[in-house]
């Protein structure tokens, strides 16, 4: 079963999006803040994470920068999951080292296709 860290600051968009990867079979993990998500993904070595962009302190950007850089984590791919709908924050998102870019809210499908597209042994 893959493990999925969502960084996220809002404890709805968590709770939901941590029902729809357990329903699918995810096991999840989160953490609150960048800085926080930066700590756990070192720690727990996740196979993904969902990394929010308007984030307390240091943003999603920086921190997937910080995960792509880090010979730890960098093997572990980042989808950005974001509010954030322009076309320059996608691309600015996948400068940062992110494989994938979701605009919220994403549907469950699309959500779950992408996370399977990027996790080998999952599926598509």
Same mark, same amino acid.
């Given at each position: 079963m893959a493990r999925i860290l969502i960084v996220d600051d809002s404890p709805t968009d968590t709770k939901v999006f941590s029902n729809v990867l357990e329903k699918n079979g995810f096991e999840v993990i989160t953490a609150g803040s960048a800085e926080e998500g930066i700590?756990?993904?070192?720690?727990?070595? $996740?196979?993904?994470?969902?990394?929010? %962009? &308007?984030?307390?302190?240091?943003?999603?950007?920086?921190?997937? *920068?910080?995960?792509?850089?880090? $010979?730890?984590?960098?093997?572990?791919? %980042? &989808?950005?999951?974001?509010?954030?709908?322009?076309?320059?924050? *996608?691309?600015?998102?996948?400068?940062?080292?992110a494989k994938d870019y979701l605009v919220k809210p994403p549907s469950e499908r699309e959500l779950i296709s992408r996370i399977r597209a990027l996790l080998p042994g999952e599926g598509a």
């Open positions: 700590e756990t993904c070192k720690r727990e070595l $996740p196979d993904l994470v969902m990394m929010d %962009v &308007i984030l307390p302190g240091m943003n999603g950007f920086q921190a997937t *920068r910080a995960l792509s850089k880090d $010979p730890t984590t960098q093997h572990i791919p %980042v &989808i950005i999951c974001s509010t954030k709908n322009m076309e320059t924050d *996608r691309v600015w998102g996948m400068r940062q080292g």
